[in-house]
């Protein structure tokens, strides 16, 4: 079984009268606890795919299957439903909320469902990614790793099929990106979550499972277990 | 000690964070409603002190009737007989006080003497209160004089007066009644009516026992008076009092519309502050749109930074307000109490209701811009 499949995705977008392609017919598939890398050059349609992996954009052409449902063309509200119960996301800048404490970021994405466990849950996996004794301490007072696991909680807070991550290691140094990619490569193996990075970082591909390598909204080439 | 309240409505919380991230801005932004609600409050509170004031002067105005000769048809006097109309058409829980006036010479004790307007009244005790000495029942002889004439010739009870060179003693001194009344008899003298040769009344008060009574009185003595031919006119107090009621009205809305206008200032400055939070905070938008967040839970947070706002400008003004109501009552109407008179305490109601209403509009628009953002658009920065 597939967690997506996304068969011949193709996108277009209209600037100032011209049409540009930014993906041109791509084949994707992803299977659980698997860990894969999309590299390519900027420009290349990487976070046009990623977009549309992650239901925030809808592909001018193909099909999209999450967990064998046809997700191509639901609106808004069913696709952000979706992402919430199915998908997690990680980005380069962290994007936390500057006021709220780490176990609240954690939170915020079901902070407004009925749910008695919730925090009880932040905190067990800020603990997981070695955040436990970080709790409370508000996103300005964390380093640049610490915040990425923070966000790497965050995005595991829903139980997602999937999480995707926007150049994770793009704003850390070496060592600490190496922290965050086994993080990611642990969750990946222990809880059977399908994770895909997109990225320039050649050390990523020391991680994943598979590297796709985009170009002009091609994959020209996959690297096997690197 | 919030936390509960957290806990249920999670908006809350993040507004409150949010809010608090840029203080200066959010107090200044809150200041506005402070102002606007003061200015509404205390507006019309003062109006209502005003009102109160005037009409506490006017007193019970609203039940008084005056009945004088049409001197437009040729009636000079009112007759004997007019005056037995008018009771029985006042009915009998009126009282009626018809009233002589000419002009005599008046000398005081103290030797000066002027032409003074005498009045004549056939039954004093019904219509006025002594405020020195005791109003004979019937009054027969002596004199009654009001407040500011016994003040301005040192006049007590028992002291005399000459009227017409006939000396005279003063019997009481009257009370006065409230200061817009005909009948108010602070700079008048009164003589027993029967001790005057000429025979017409120049005027008749009815008093009646409510406004509504009077009215009534009213319609009834026109009716039974003027029924052949046009022979009295009769005025009604009560509504000259309605007719000041009215305009004092108009000016308090009038009052509370201006001021009004600085609540509308306000929530301008609240667009615009929650405007300047929607494009700085566009990514974090963006990401809670991206892990979920639908575009009523990103409406909801926004709306309910604007009504945070709203609710803080709109307590500390209220609060304000209430000082600054007891102030104006202290100062106009010297009963600090009246503050808390149920239409005061609408105003407070009703200006910290209009400053979380304009809030809220205000932040409609910024709410929807910002739930309205796509989030693949807000992510890109």
Redo the contacts between chains.
């Keep these: 079984m597939t967690v997506i499949d996304a068969r011949d995705l193709i996108k277009r977008y209209r600037t100032g009268g011209r049409t540009l392609e930014a993906l041109k017919g791509v084949d994707f598939a992803l299977e659980p606890g698997e860990f894969v890398s999309v590299m390519g050059p900027s420009g290349s349609g990487k976070t046009t795919l990623l977009n549309i992996l992650g239901l925030l954009a809808t592909p001018t052409e193909g099909q999209l299957l999450l967990e064998d449902r046809d997700v191509t063309d639901l609106n808004d509200r069913k696709r952000t439903l979706l992402r919430k119960r199915a998908i997690g996301f990680v980005f380069q800048h962290f994007y936390l909320l500057p006021t709220l404490s780490a176990v609240e970021n954690v939170e915020v994405p079901r902070l407004f469902d009925r749910d008695r466990g919730r925090e009880a849950r932040a905190r067990d996996l800020l603990t997981r990614v070695g955040l436990g004794d970080r709790l409370e301490h508000r996103p300005d007072q964390l380093s640049g790793g610490q915040k990425q696991r923070v966000a790497i909680a965050r995005s595991l807070i829903n139980d997602p099929k999937i999480v995707l991550a926007d150049e994770p290691t793009g704003s850390l140094d070496q060592e600490t990106g190496r922290q965050i990619l086994d993080e990611f490569r642990r969750i990946a193996d222990e809880q059977g979550v399908g994770i895909i990075a997109v990225t320039h970082d050649e050390l990523v591909n020391e991680y994943v499972d598979r590297t796709f390598h985009l170009v002009d909204g091609e994959f020209r080439w996959v690297t096997l277990d690197a | 000690m919030l936390d509960p309240l957290y806990r249920r409505f ?2 809350i ?2 507004a409150k ?2 809010l ?2 840029t203080k200066s801005r959010s107090v200044l932004a809150s200041l506005g409603i402070v102002i606007g609600v003061i200015a509404i409050a205390s507006l019309g509170m003062f109006g209502v002190a005003l009102e109160y004031s005037i009409s506490s002067q006017l007193g019970d105005l609203g039940n008084q009737v005056t009945v004088s000769p049409d001197q437009e048809a040729g009636v000079q006097k009112l007759t004997e007989r007019d005056i037995q109309k008018i009771r029985r058409a006042a009915g009998p829980t009126a009282s009626v006080s018809p009233v002589k006036q000419t002009v005599e010479r008046v000398t005081y004790d103290r030797g000066r003497s002027r032409n003074e307007l005498i009045y004549g009244i056939d039954d004093p005790a019904s219509v006025y209160n002594a405020s020195e000495g005791r109003i004979p029942d019937p009054f027969q002889s002596g004199v009654l004089v009001g407040e500011d004439v016994a003040e301005d010739e040192e006049l007590q009870p028992g002291n005399t007066i000459t009227v017409n060179g006939t000396s005279m003693r003063v019997r009481a001194v009257l009370g006065s009644t409230s200061s817009y009344s005909q009948l108010n008899p602070e700079n008048r003298i009164y003589l027993p009516v029967t001790s005057f040769e000429q025979r017409g009344y120049q005027q008749v008060y009815v008093t009646a026992e409510s406004g509504a009574a009077a009215n009534e009185s009213a319609m009834a003595i026109r009716e039974r008076l003027n029924g052949r031919e046009q022979r009295v006119v009769v005025q009604e107090l009560g509504s000259l009092v309605d007719q000041i009621n009215e305009t004092f009205q108009v000016v308090n809305t009038v009052l509370v519309g201006i001021a009004a206008i600085s609540l509308f200032v306000a929530g301008i400055s609240i667009l615009n502050v929650m405007l300047m939070s929607t494009v700085e905070r566009r ?2 938008i ?10 009523l ?1 990103v409406l ?1 947070v926004m709306l309910m930074e604007a009504t945070l706002l709203g609710v803080f400008g709109g307590v500390v003004g209220v609060f304000v307000s209430a000082f600054v109501g007891l102030a104006i009552n202290h100062y106009t109407v010297e009963d600090v109490t009246a503050t808390f008179r149920l239409i005061n305490l609408w105003y407070l109601l009703i200006a910290f209701a209009f400053a979380i209403v304009v809030s809220i509009l205000s932040g409609l628009y910024p709410a929807w811009k910002a739930a309205n953002e796509e ?2 658009d807000a ?2 920065g």
């Design positions: 999670p908006a919380l993040m964070r949010n608090t991230r990514e974090e963006g990401v809670l749109r991206a892990v979920g967040y639908q575009k839970d909801k989030p693949v992510l890109r």
